[in-house]
């Protein structure tokens, strides 16, 4: 194909947060070697379509995005996680120009470059390169590692995303260094297994504005800590080096924020799934976290309909909402996902009618937990992040328990004129199932 002076790509971004930042990269890859990005499908050369695939609805998701990109265009590149079971995508559609796995920004961009190169700019080079980020500008992901070294029966993850591969230290804080700089007021922690961080590397010195830092979560955060900027952790799994963070929390070091999927309750359905199997051991441990930081947030996801789950085991699950007194709560039906070690245990399949009902029932059991929580904070003065500014001098936001896009919002009515990133005082007024309201 001949070279342009303009190309345009469309792009189309699924899945979860840490492919929000892979799409990030290649969207600042297309823009730094000239390519425009097109906001429609009608006026892009190629659409380069990053794919989700961790569980069947996001798969079907995922090759629904793909045919609507060739029926509109006609030219399409995919990538992501569904990207590395290139055969399904390629049998589906033959057309695709390529196909390639999750964080192969390079083999993205060779397959655009090889179809529809630039004429290149001897003067484009001299501009300094500018990021994109598809948050707002006031907060951003920051993906610290890749991967993951876990068997989880139910995850296909690490068939896709491979083993575990953190970030060199340094490297990580110069990036939010300059997030913060650039005006971020919050960042949000992400990775397959946060938790881990460094445990590949066996936790080796790096360097930061001079000085050795370990790369581990707890020195991690402690420099992420001082750089000015609200910082939240998400995809923690309940390690024991988990404790060594709530001091942190308490001092104001990082956010009273904990997000950790913990998935089930039951001993045995646990252990099915190659989790961690004591929920008694949790509850003490959320306890002992509680006595040292009194107000942390914990929000956690969990399965129902996991081959085998009786309804004794399921209303185990039910007790544990009942008695970790968790603020928010997220949950899945069981997805038998192609490539799943949980589809070979020699266990009964829960209907899907039972799995729905199932699901049902406990975030109505969890919705009465969250709103209870959320009705103990009217009344009191709260650290409000503003995320925008509506008509009729309304204000929305967000505390500092509450990660974007996944928890609720704060309506401050009356508010004065403020923007998107603003940081102000608010008392709590009331509150429905999700959100605060609140005066400035």
Not at 58 to 74: F, P
Request: glycine share 6%; with cysteine; net charge negative.
């Amino acid at each position: 194909m001949s070279a342009q002076a303009t190309r345009s790509v469309g792009f189309i971004s699924l899945g979860c947060p840490k492919a929000t930042v892979d799409s990030e990269r290649i969207l600042s890859s297309l823009r730094a070697d000239g390519y425009d990005i097109s906001p429609n499908y009608d006026k892009a050369d190629v659409v380069i379509v990053n794919t989700c695939g961790f569980i069947d609805e996001a798969i079907t998701e995922s090759l629904d995005a793909i045919g609507e990109a060739l029926n509109e265009n006609g030219k399409v590149i995919v990538t992501g996680c569904l990207g590395a079971k290139s055969s399904l995508i390629r049998d589906k559609f033959p057309s695709v120009i390529a196909v390639t796995g999750p964080q192969e920004t390079d083999e993205v961009m060779s397959a655009v470059r090889s179809n529809f190169p630039l004429i290149h700019n001897p003067h484009f080079n001299l501009t300094p390169r500018q990021d994109v980020r598809l948050t707002p500008r006031h907060y951003a992901y920051l993906k610290i590692s890749e991967g993951c070294n876990h068997k989880c029966t139910f995850c296909i993850i690490p068939s896709m995303r491979g083993k575990l591969v953190s970030r060199p230290i340094g490297s990580i804080l110069e990036e939010a260094s300059a997030l913060v700089k650039s005006g971020v007021r919050e960042l949000l922690v992400i990775s397959q297994d946060t938790s881990a961080f460094g445990v590949d590397q066996k936790y080796r010195m790096d360097f930061w504005n001079g000085k050795p830092v370990k790369t581990r979560l707890l020195e991690l955060t402690k420099e992420l800590g001082q750089l000015g900027a609200w910082v939240r952790l998400h995809y923690v799994y309940p390690y024991p080096n988990v404790d060594d963070l709530i001091p942190l929390m308490s001092e104001g070091i990082i956010l009273p924020y904990l997000d950790i999927p913990f998935q089930h309750a039951s001993h045995r359905i646990l252990k099915l799934m190659k989790r961690p199997a004591s929920s008694e051991n949790v509850l003490n441990r959320i306890n002992a976290w509680r006595s040292i930081c009194p107000d942390i947030a914990i929000r956690s996801t969990f399965i129902v309909g996991f081959p085998g789950e009786t309804e004794t085991e399921f209303q185990e699950l039910l007790d544990f909402l009942t008695e970790a007194n968790l603020d928010r709560v997220g949950c899945f039906e069981y997805s038998p996902v192609e490539g799943a070690t949980a589809n070979l245990l020699n266990e009964t399949s829960v209907p899907d009618e039972v799995k729905s009902e199932r699901k049902a029932r406990l975030m109505e059991h969890q919705h009465k937990i969250s709103s209870q929580r959320l009705r103990e904070k009217i009344g009191t003065q709260q650290t409000i992040l503003i995320d925008e500014m509506c008509a009729d001098n309304v204000a929305i936001g967000r505390t500092q328990y509450d990660a974007p896009e996944i928890d609720g919002k704060v309506i401050i009515r009356n508010a004065p004129q403020l923007e998107a990133g603003d940081i102000v005082k608010a008392i709590i007024t009331d509150s429905d199932d999700h959100d605060l309201f609140a005066r400035a």
